[in-house]
């Protein structure tokens, strides 16, 4: 259990979705403030979800400590450099998945809050708001 914990606390994948997730979370809530759209049951739906990634990605790693799984000969050397990693088991490919997921959800806020989001992504996202969600910003309702 201390290994487990000691590797928690020293990986960088983590470390970054933990920041990921703090971040989409502070949106969250400035975008519902902005909004005038403050839903505790929402709140406690994404804080929910959020437990439930973090929580998994604890049983992740447990799961890399017993079976010592290494992907990295599925990534190609170039990410691998760039990344500067020696090992990426399980817990670290679905923290690279939810930092993905959460860096698509802060854009998404950054956007609906009106905060400066470069032009080609706010297209993006706005494109994939109208196609995937019911959430569109308000400029682009009006056209």
Known sequence: MEKILVLLSSNSFIRILLIAVTLDTLLGVLRAIKEHKFNSCVGIDGAIRKAAMLFSVCLLM??????????????????????????????????????????????????????????????????????????????????
């Not at 010592?68 to 760039?82: A, C, D, S, T, W």
């Not at 817990?91 to 806020?109: D, G, H, Q, R, T």
């Open 62 to 143: 447990a799961t890399d400590v017993i079976m010592h799984i290494n992907m990295l000969g599925m990534v190609p050397e170039k990410y691998i450099q760039i990344m500067g990693i020696q090992k990426l088991g399980i817990c670290e490919f679905f923290c690279l998945l939810f930092i993905l997921y959460e860096a698509v959800s802060i854009l998404k806020n950054m956007t609906l809050c009106g905060l400066p989001v470069p032009a080609r992504i706010k297209k993006w996202i706005q494109k994939f708001l109208e196609d995937m969600t019911e959430e569109l910003p308000e400029d682009a309702e009006s056209k």
